[in-house]
């Protein structure tokens, strides 16, 4: 890469750097880090170096810290014990030491508030975890997953989400995240292959399908107040089915997305596996883009940016080097408003100063992803 390449790209970039607001979430420049599993929190608590995980990326510039998920305050809500939890006082005081360290980088904090449903973890699949719950008692097509939900699971798991989104606002966290993608249990509502409920939490178009995520996403503003901003992260990819569609195109996404907005959504943070793909035939607008034309909210683009390929082959390659080029895609649907904030995932990962590094023109400096070091503990990156 020639240096007036580079000069080019951190000029490309610059645009990125502008403050973005949203209620609560008052942020520096547009760039988030991604949430992304660590299990590094033994018993559910997050260590030091967790909180130092984390503060070294707002240090190294990233305006929005979205952490990894973490389990809301019931017991069924993760299927590994070192999965950290967002309740309790001493899992919450291992998020108070991140909070403070991030807000003393200048950062944004967002906790990822998050419920497995009926999934296992694969990553830990014999870990200690209470029992799993889930619609309808599957977490995929024909994949049994945790028991049937009661009406008492399903007011209980609303409140839990409320309780730790107000234990959020009250330590001084700037927004949350709620996680609705990637066919945890959200997900497993939204879905007609995981939800065949027959009372008011299924039914056969997705609108009906919402009515669990529109609850807690209500009881949720109402536990944090007006202006509190709420982020809930959504995906059409299922871990069981990377090609599903929940919206096959954009009246079913308004039927989709329009009662989460109406319930008190902020921002939607849209999961891609690879942001350059169009969402649907005859446009070239990705799922951020759609998104934000159906519900004219602010949206976060995600889906390997900055790398030279998506995740789920990274699981089965095991590397993957850095890919510039294809920022010259994202900040033409930046320039054209498809998308508010972008998050970074595995370059984050891999390089806490990634950032530092494209700005300061010290591109050769970018380490590659690796996932063999990315599962070592957090001081290892």
């Known amino acids: 890469m020639t240096s007036s390449t580079i000069d080019d790209l951190a000029a490309l970039l610059a645009p990125l750097r502008t403050p973005f607001e ?11 880090m991604a949430p992304m599993s660590r299990y590094f929190a033994p018993g559910g608590v997050l260590t030091e170096e967790g909180a130092e995980y984390y503060r070294r990326r707002a240090a190294a510039g990233i305006g929005t810290v979205i952490t990894e998920g973490t389990g809301v305050a019931i017991d069924h809500c993760v299927a590994a014990d070192t999965v950290p939890i967002f309740d309790g006082d001493k899992a919450l005081a291992g998020w108070q030491r991140a909070v403070e360290a991030v807000h003393a980088e200048g950062g944004m904090f967002v906790p990822q508030l998050w419920h497995v449903g009926g999934c296992i973890d694969f990553n830990f699949p014999d870990s200690p975890h209470a029992p799993l719950v889930s619609p309808s008692g599957f977490a995929g097509p024909d994949v049994a997953g945790g028991r049937e939900m009661s009406d008492e699971d399903i007011a209980d798991t609303v409140a839990a989400f409320a309780k730790s989104a107000r234990h959020a606002k009250d ?17 497993q509502f939204f879905w007609d292959k995981t939800n065949f409920r027959k009372d008011r939490y299924g039914g056969p178009d997705i609108s009906d399908r919402t009515t669990f ?42 039927r ?8 008190g959504v902020d921002i939607f943070h849209a999961s891609q596996r690879r942001f350059w793909e169009p969402e649907f035939t005859g446009d070239d607008r990705n799922f951020g883009g759609w998104i934000k034309e159906v519900t004219g909210k602010p949206v976060i683009t995600v889906g390997s940016i900055g790398m030279s390929r ?10 993957s080097s850095p890919m510039l080029n294809r920022l010259v895609d994202l900040m033409k649907m930046f320039e ?13 990962l891999a390089d806490p100063d990634w950032l530092e590094k494209i700005e300061q023109r010290r591109i050769d400096e970018l380490t590659p992803y690796d996932r063999a070091i990315a599962l070592k503990q957090y001081e290892h990156s």
């Open 171 to 187: 330590m001084g966290c700037d927004a949350i995240e709620l996680h609705g993608a990637h066919g945890y249990l959200f997900d």
């Open 213 to 254: 995520a529109a609850e807690v996403v209500a009881a949720c503003r109402e536990a944090v107040g007006d202006e509190f901003a709420i982020i809930l992260r959504v995906s059409q990819w299922k871990t069981y089915d990377y090609e599903v569609k929940l919206a096959n195109d954009p009246d079913e996404m308004h």
């Open 310 to 319: 998506d995740l789920m082959e990274d699981f089965v390659e095991g590397t």
């Open 336 to 348: 054209r408003g498809d998308f508010d904030l972008v998050a970074l995932g595995r370059v984050l």
């Open 256 to 263: 989709w997305l329009d009662p989460l907005a109406s319930a």
């Open 22 to 32: 949203c209620k609560s979430l008052k942020a520096g420049n547009r760039y988030c």
